[in-house]
């Protein structure tokens, strides 16, 4: 069965299942179907360690009778049994609680962005051989492994993801597209046998030619890892502290859970009464992108069949929006902004708009500080802000990077590292759905000796 007659089978089973929902007295019945192609390698000195070739699909249901919701999910594709299921699942939606907010999302005005102008699928991936994926993490590997400063690897691995997407709800919605994810990453270790350091690189993208190369990969990782070697200890101290890339994702995936519509209605931030208020200074400007050509969040219909069109988070320091779907939505008399994953909110293209400046410049201009390279552990607090991290870094001397450091904890505030972020990089790059370019805060607080 060629693609295009699966599609086809799929967008009819689903639409099939939805009038057999309303002939079962639903109010209204959400029909998704997605069906995923999933490789993994994972390879270590040079010996594959792991591979998995699998295929899933599932079917997930949602049922509302008299506001009330019920969820089913079957990957049995038979029809008796789906008719089954989904007869239960309108029987088990009759004993929920009511709430006045359920529902699916109402009809759109806007019509739908065409898939293909999206770019979020490769051909090429879906044709690659199993002796070219195991190759790539092989090859990245055994380049690293070729400077004589890396004592260990912890692995390279390749990955692809080939992804059907079909949604089909009773008021009118039906459509379905296909996206491919590809990634391949490397973790190494350096050193001597008492100094161990380790780190790691990684690369995901939509279209196999848009990744990095297996060279590219190894030498990046070898670099990060080597820097850290001989790392100090230092002692506590208020400094200026400037975020890689990496780093600043990390802070905006923190205030991606901060903005979210759901954390805001159950009251576990501390953003939810700031909404038209000033959190950041002026330059800050967040957003969120759902229609972005071939990034790693676009799709053309979020989970609901929300178009995701570019929500502005915070404009000029002023939190504008918040994220939802269509249920968080209508708690907090607000729309849905497309961000629908499943019964929660996701990010699609979540970023920190860069600057002008280059992450030399921004080093060079740094008398003293920290540069933040990896952080671990827990100690990330919605409801306050509150941030304390384990963290490793490249200690800053007149402008200059001097030594790596370690042993250290990196502490402050969401609320307040928005208003005293001094500069933003140029260097943002999508490297994952939630991401930003480098940025230097003025002061926080790092914990050592």
Known sequence: M???????????????????GISQKADEVEISIIEVDDFSTEVRLGEIENLIEAVSRHVAIRVIKDKKTAYATSSDFSRNTLRRVLKNCVKRAQLANPDKFNGLPCRQKKPLVETKTLDIFDPSITLMSLDEKIDLAMNTEKIAL?????TNSHGSSFETKIVKNILVNSLGFSNTYDETVCSLGLGLQAGGTDSKVEDYWSCSRRHLNNLESPDEIAQKAVSRTVRLINPRKIITQNVPVIFEPMMTSWLMEFLFTCVSGVAVYQGTTFLGDKLGKKIGNKWINVFDDGLLSGKLGTCPFDSEGVLPG??????KGILKNFLCNTYAARRLHLSSTGNADGTSVGPNNFYLAPGSKSPHDIIAETDRGLILTRIMGHGLNPLTGDISRGAFGLWIEKGEIAYPVSEITITGNLGSILNNIEIIGNDLEFDHQVSGPTIKIGELTVAGQ
């Open 2 to 20: 060629n693609l295009t007659q699966k599609r086809s089978n799929y967008i009819k089973l689903a639409e099939d299942l939805v009038d057999y």
């Open 310 to 315: 570019k929500t502005a988070v915070i404009e």
């Open 146 to 150: 070729k400077d004589n400063r890396i």
